[in-house]
């Protein structure tokens, strides 16, 4: 599947030569252009491909620039092509609304006819907010539905994943199914997981206490796991919803587990929400569209586009992203097709780039640095960028960035986007140096070896970035560690442990 695209081409201000395999040289800035080049030149990156481009923010000169042209994966970099067009295309004020229907007329406390609930493609919603939709309806004075739940998951295709993703990904909450009807265990809107609870027995040896959240009669757990302090292991197994928890743990354990069919999650907790409010459904469960110009008899209202781009950009949350990509056009292919009608509005030319998701986790996705600070540019222009410039993460302060760069001019000033895949590394954002000049700037890396710390690279040229016109510190990155309550643990995949995004496997 190949579907339309479009990319950039970046302009050249005067007096500055752009070539494809050495740095540029704007006029006064050639120790930054040496001290590019040299962390360039580190041993590190031998054998791997890698781009880079730094400009001006405003006027869009192209002040050093070596590779930036050559496409190549950039991970979850494209979700700043995603997150803007979603912007322009759909607007900063759009909501997900999730609602209960019906073409039955009321008899008393009956409700005779079916009963749907239409899902939108919400992301955020809970079971909280599930029950808040039965509860309403019970307020309503319905008691007792003669017909069947209708489950309308049709605002999406069926397509739970992006073409191009590893299938191995799939226990793992950072690659999750894509649904109109899903729901959020928790506060950072992992769509389409539930929380494995697993408490210690009463004594060493004993069987461990093992729960979901929210409950459910969807996923089933196969556990074998004691009470001891050997460590636990939580996976789905492939294709099923079978999630086998092994090993011994002497702590309160948490994990975020995937769900084959986040739509049958959904049904499952709904129909206990109905249950809890004292609503009886004499039928069985259908899926099926909801009938046209059914009546509305309860609503759930999503937070806007605009607020939910934070959690998306701070976390790096790909279920969210791929949500905008299907809600722009309900499935991948024409999500992407709906969005690109708004890239060139960002400075990206036709027919450059391959796109085949939102977040970034397609191995299939080609983009190259001048088409991600051809979107920093451009994005500074919209009446949303504020706001969008405040989602990114901050070095040394906050998402994905919280550990990296302290103590560095960087800190607290490179606004910027992290990507992270195995092979794959990147950083692309805003710096602001110490002579008061707002820069953008993308690197990315491709065919990079993990031991050989990526990050470390990225951190270095942003740091020399935000020191231009000042001394140059050394960078120390800290190392990525969650601080989770002594009384809990989380269980880290241990797949792709360390190069992945630290959000996706709670190390940041």
């Not at 494209?78 to 229907?101: H, M, Q, S």
């Not at 069947?148 to 590893?166: C, E, H, I, N």
């Not at 294709?239 to 309160?252: A, K, M, P, W």
């Not at 109905?274 to 009886?280: D, K, N, P």
Request: with cysteine; glycine share 10%; net charge neutral.
């Amino acid at each position: 599947m190949k579907l339309k695209v479009l990319g950039a081409v970046v302009a050249v201000a005067a007096g500055v030569s752009l070539t494809s395999s050495g740095g540029a040289v704007a006029v006064g800035n050639e120790a930054l252009t040496a001290d590019l080049d040299t962390i360039l030149a580190d041993n590190a990156l031998k054998g791997a491909d890698v781009g880079l481009v730094v400009r001006d923010a405003n006027s869009g000169e192209v002040i050093y620039t070596r590779q930036s042209s050559r496409r190549s994966q950039v991970a979850s970099n494209l979700k700043l092509l995603t997150t803007t067009t979603a912007l322009d295309l759909l607007g900063p004020d759009y909501r997900w609304k999730t609602e209960l229907v019906s073409s039955g007329t009321r008899s008393g406390s009956a409700l005779n006819g079916d009963l749907a609930l239409r899902g939108g493609g919400d992301p955020t919603m809970s079971r909280l907010r599930y029950q808040q939709l039965a509860d309403t309806l019970k307020a309503s004075g319905v008691t007792t539905v003669n017909g069947s739940l209708v489950v309308d998951d049709t605002k999406f295709d069926a397509q739970p994943y992006g073409s191009g993703w590893a299938w191995d990904d799939e226990p793992y909450s950072y690659s999750a199914e894509t649904s109109a009807l899903t729901l959020s265990p928790d506060a950072k809107f992992s769509a389409g997981t539930v929380v494995v609870r697993v408490k210690p027995g009463a004594a060493a040896g004993a069987p461990v206490v093992v729960t979901t959240e929210p409950a459910n009669d969807h996923v089933q757990v196969v556990s074998t796991a004691t009470t001891g302090n050997a460590g636990i292991s939580v996976e789905r197994e492939h294709g099923t919803n079978r999630i086998f928890v092994s090993g011994s743990t002497s702590v309160e354990t948490t994990a975020l587990s995937t769900v084959k069919d986040p739509t049958g999650l959904v049904t499952s907790v709904f129909q206990k929400a109905l249950q809890a409010s004292g609503i009886t459904v004499t039928g069985g469960v259908k899926r099926q569209k909801a009938p046209a110009g059914a009546a509305v008899l309860a609503t759930d209202t999503s937070i806007t586009l605009g607020e939910l781009v934070k959690p998306l950009l701070k976390d790096s949350n790909n279920m969210l992203a791929e949500v905008l990509v299907k809600t722009a056009g309900g499935s991948f292919t024409n999500g992407v097709n709906q969005l690109s009608t708004k890239w060139a509005g960002l400075g990206v030319d036709p027919n450059a780039v391959e796109v085949f998701d939102g977040s970034g986790m397609s191995r299939l996705d080609q983009f190259s640095p001048d088409d991600l600070t051809s979107v920093l540019v451009k994005a500074k222009t919209k009446p949303w960028f504020s706001a969008w410039q405040a989602s990114l993460p901050v070095a040394g302060v906050d998402g994905t960035l919280v550990n990296r760069m302290k103590n560095t001019p960087a800190a607290g000033n490179v606004k910027a986007k992290t990507g992270s895949l195995s092979g794959v590394s990147g950083l692309s954002g805003y710096v602001t140096t110490q002579a008061g000049r707002e820069l953008v700037f993308s690197l990315v890396q491709n065919n990079v070896l993990l031991f050989n710390s990526p990050k470390s690279i990225e951190d270095r040229i942003a740091v020399r970035l935000a020191s231009d016109g000042g001394q140059v510190p050394q960078v120390q990155s800290v190392p990525q560690q969650r601080k989770a309550p002594a009384q809990e643990r989380v269980v880290v995949p241990a797949k792709e442990r360390f190069d992945v995004e630290c959000s996706w496997i709670g190390t940041c």
